[in-house]
């Protein structure tokens, strides 16, 4: 058996997922996308993301969409690995804060994080 040193690097740098789920309106649990419908849905805001990555000079990230990540009633949310820290976004400049923070700086955006106990 070999240990995690033997591991490759990494492909990416970062890579964020971005839960695009959408469910009907009305559903208990809500969605991210619909959640995220007033900025234009998530899809849009993964392309602004990956466009903002790029004008701030991130290189080797890569910005998915994905299913849903069953943290719904806290959505929209996003998760970072290889750290496996998630974010609850809002605006466009959440996102930003959290590329620059986050991805470029190091740091972590405290108001935007989400807790293990969040469910
Ligand atoms: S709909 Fe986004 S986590 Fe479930």
Known sequence: MSDATADP???YSSHIFFC????AEGHPRGSCNARAAALGGVEKLRGYAREKARQLGIENIRCNGAGC???CELGPNLVIYPEGVWYRYETTSDIDEILETHVKNG???QRLLLQPDQK
């Open 69 to 71: 990540l069953d943290r």
């Open 107 to 109: 740091g972590r955006v």
């Open 20 to 23: 695009n789920n959408q469910r």
């Open 9 to 11: 690097p990494l492909f």
